[in-house]
T-cell receptor, first 115, second 113 residues
Framework: EAGVAQSPRYKIIEKRQSVAFWCNPI?????LYWYQQILGQGPKLLIQ????????DSQLPKDRFSAERLKGVDSTLKIQPAKLEDSAVYLC?????????????FGQGTRLTVV | GQNIDQPTEMTATEGAIVQINCTYQ??????LFWYQQHAGEAPTFLSY????GLEEKGRFSSFLSRSKGYSYLLLKELQMKDSASYLC??????????????FGPGTRLSVLP
């Protein structure tokens, strides 16, 4: 079974530029998560989708971050404009359903460096 | 909201046993997960607890006490490859059933020869 795919693996941009990350979850997984992981910290939830609907985006900095999952499968996360403090690994994860003992499976992440 | 706490760093010796603790506060507990994350890699699932007690999986065991908001991950017969960060994550019912899969800060474990 293919895992969660993310691209690109690495990205370096200057502050105030924009960037987009792509995620393809495991086939059949209804729930998709985007996390931000700053070096030395645990993953911080940015947004959760159930199919193509947003379940929780309470910690997404909406003035600069946006995410969509138009057909309930792939998802993109965009930052515009980027700040230095956005340097982190952006992890996408998916799970079969929203509840119960279904664990989340993670992609390899995109390491973003803002200079 | 949730509050999840773990020790920042731990050190242990190869072949020993180590216990990594996690305390949490949630509004609607719906399960606790442990993940392992090697440097530069994605987190991988280790264990799940939703009822009180001990779950054993080979060298790894996880314990949960819901009344105390407490869990631990027990690693036996430590190997060098167990050097990694260990993340405690809680599924909290939140506003809607089954939402909010939230991670703690992680515990970085160093296994020494």
């Amino acid at each position: 079974e293919a895992g969660v795919a993310q691209s690109p693996r690495y990205k370096i941009i200057e502050k105030r530029q924009s960037v987009a990350f792509w995620c393809n979850p495991i086939s059949g997984h209804a729930t998709l998560y985007w996390y931000q992981q700053i070096l030395g910290q645990g993953p911080k939830l940015l947004i959760q989708f159930q199919n193509n609907g947003v379940v929780d985006d309470s910690q997404l900095p909406k003035d600069r971050f946006s995410a969509e999952r138009l057909k309930g499968v792939d998802s993109t996360l965009k930052i515009q404009p980027a700040k230095l403090e956005d340097s982190a690994v952006y992890l996408c994860a998916s799970s079969l359903e929203l509840s119960g003992n279904t664990e989340a499976f993670f992609g390899q992440g995109t390491r973003l460096t803002v200079v | 909201g949730q509050n999840i706490d773990q020790p920042t760093e731990m050190t242990a010796t190869e072949g020993a046993i180590v216990q990594i603790n996690c305390t949490y506060q949630t509004s609607g507990f719906n399960g606790l997960f442990w993940y392992q994350q090697h440097a530069g890699e994605a987190p991988t699932f280790l264990s799940y607890n939703v009822l009180d007690g001990l779950e054993e999986k080979g060298r790894f065991s996880s314990f949960l006490s819901r009344s105390k908001g407490y869990s631990y991950l027990l690693l036996k017969e430590l190997q060098m490859k167990d050097s990694a960060s260990y993340l405690c994550a809680v599924r909290d019912k939140g506003l809607n059933y089954g939402q909010n899969f939230v991670f703690g800060p992680g515990t970085r474990l160093s296994v020494l020869p």
